[in-house]
């Protein structure tokens, strides 16, 4: 009885043992299914994380360049208002964006020097009234050019190149020389007189002060005053002269500037712009020895054993100007003339107000138009200048005559 019994129980057991073992295998057949698929998922994972990181870098690197060439279209239409040379194309070479991000470094350099000023939408052209071929008119204490006739056209600056002569003089001069002396030399007399330059009038051996040599390169654009200063400070005329290229390529001007003299005669490798005159002229005013000769009107030189009484001297520009209304007054001005450049003239005129102005103008008629031209300049620029306060019927007979042409 109890073996009946028995057997059912065992085939039970067998089968619920059996059960339990499919029911394991079916598990574990779920838990491969779901590790399989859990796999799957991440490769997928992967391989669209890859792909969309490829494609999220390819699309910064098409942005970061995009970026670039913006970058440098933007530089290259300010660098185009500049005295640079830029020719490379973007495209052609990428390099290109290092050296255009140089030169705004350097335009940065320049302007906290104070040597540069940029166009702005607001720079106008000159009027009819001024004759001058080329000019410029530059705020100084916005760097900006106000206006502008060809500006950036290489010209002889003539005299105007003594500016840069006694800049550089100043630079190179002990606090004390002022008090040194120089002696004359028939060979400087000679050099200025077989060029037919403008002279402050010092004899041959002609022992002067340094500070006499000054004042008679600027007052009556003496060459034999500025090739002795020349010598004193450099040894040599040819020494000096590299001192004015090395002042140039320090202010940034060497790309459209450079000098063979220091006296301002005529020659294919001695050439600035206006602009660049205007830089050289905005660094004299700024030197305190430099403004003081500049603005003086007369000057009498030192008593010597060939002038007992000195020599005087006089700034026709200025003695010229000093009637004439403009809302200001015109402190500092150097002309020039070769038969190349015409009558041309660089100025500098201020206000009570604060306004501060450099003129530089190139190939007019004659010396009293050039003036003229300056007049009609700052009359357009200064801000309190009253048209009421001018004898425009004088003027008008006064800039018709010829004057004398000053080297």
Request: proline fraction near 3%.
């Amino acid at each position: 009885m109890y073996a009946i019994r028995l057997e059912p129980g065992r085939e039970l057991e067998d089968v619920l043992f059996q059960k339990m073992q499919e029911k394991q295998e079916e598990e574990r057949a779920a838990q491969e299914r779901y590790r399989a698929g859990r796999s799957w998922l991440f490769v997928k994972i992967a391989r669209w994380s890859l792909h969309l990181g490829f494609l999220v870098g390819i699309l910064i690197f098409a942005f970061a360049d995009i970026s670039k060439y913006g970058e440098l279209k933007e530089l290259e239409e300010e660098l185009a208002k500049r005295p640079f040379v830029y020719d490379a194309h973007p495209l052609i070479d990428m390099t290109v964006l290092d050296e255009a991000r140089a030169k705004e470094e350097e335009r940065e350099r320049l302007r906290s020097m104070q040597y540069y000023a940029e166009e702005t939408a607001d720079t106008a052209g000159f009027d009819e009234e001024v004759i001058s071929k080329y000019g410029i008119v530059i705020d100084i204490n916005s760097s900006t050019v106000l206006a502008a006739r060809d500006g950036r056209t290489r010209i002889s600056p003539a005299s105007m190149t003594k500016i840069m002569t006694v800049l550089v003089a100043a630079e190179n001069i002990a606090e004390d020389g002022m008090e040194d002396t120089f002696t004359v030399t028939p060979e400087i007399n000679y050099y200025s007189y077989s060029h037919g330059c403008s002279n402050a009038g010092f004899g041959d051996n002609e022992t002067v002060k340094v500070e006499d040599l000054f004042y008679g390169t600027i007052l009556p654009s003496g060459a034999d005053a500025a090739v002795s200063l020349a010598t004193y400070v450099a040894g040599s005329h040819e020494a000096f002269v590299d001192l004015m290229n090395q002042k140039l390529e320090s202010m940034g001007l060497s790309e459209t500037a450079h000098f063979t003299n220091c006296v301002g005669l005529y020659d294919d490798e001695h050439y600035c712009t206006c602009y660049d005159m205007a830089m050289i002229l905005r660094a004299a005013v700024a030197n305190p020895l430099c403004r003081q000769i500049l603005s003086a009107r007369t000057y009498t030189t030192s008593s010597t054993d060939q002038h007992p009484n000195g020599i005087e001297l006089s700034n026709w520009f200025l003695r010229r100007a000093e009637d004439k209304p403009i809302g200001g007054t015109i402190t500092c001005a150097k002309t020039g003339f070769v038969k190349e450049s015409g009558n041309c003239a660089a100025s500098y005129a201020t206000d009570d107000n604060g306004c501060d102005l450099i003129v530089v103008t190139g190939m007019s008629t004659s010396s009293w138009r050039c003036i003229y031209d300056h007049i009609a300049l700052y009359r357009k620029y200064m801000p309190d200048y009253d048209p009421l306060s001018a004898d425009t019927t004088k003027e008008e007979a006064e800039a018709e005559g010829e004057g004398d042409d000053q080297g």
